[in-house]
């Protein structure tokens, strides 16, 4: 299983664990998603006929993959910014 991720994603994969080979793959297949969902879209409103569709297609309708809440960037005080890249003293 990691040679073929490896091969999906094109890396050597030595210093890889399969955990991240696996989050590679599943963000490359999303990319990958993406941009055809976008296409997709693109094409279904060149040939979309605004009387029965008044609403442009967008590329989520066309999206087969559930979204991805794992990414979602967590929020936090602007304090700890400051103390780790302005009040750092140095050693």
Known sequence: MIWQLAGVLG?????LTLRELVWMAEARRREAWQHTSS?????ANIHRDPKKKPRP???SDFQ?????RAQA??????????????????H
């Open 11 to 15: 890396v050597m994969p030595g210093p």
């Open 39 to 43: 296409m997709i879209a693109t094409l």
């Open 57 to 59: 297609y967008a590329a």
């Open 64 to 68: 087969p993959l559930p979204p991805d």
């Open 73 to 90: 960037v967590p929020k936090a005080d602007i304090q700890i910014l400051k103390t780790v890249f302005v009040d750092r003293k140095p």
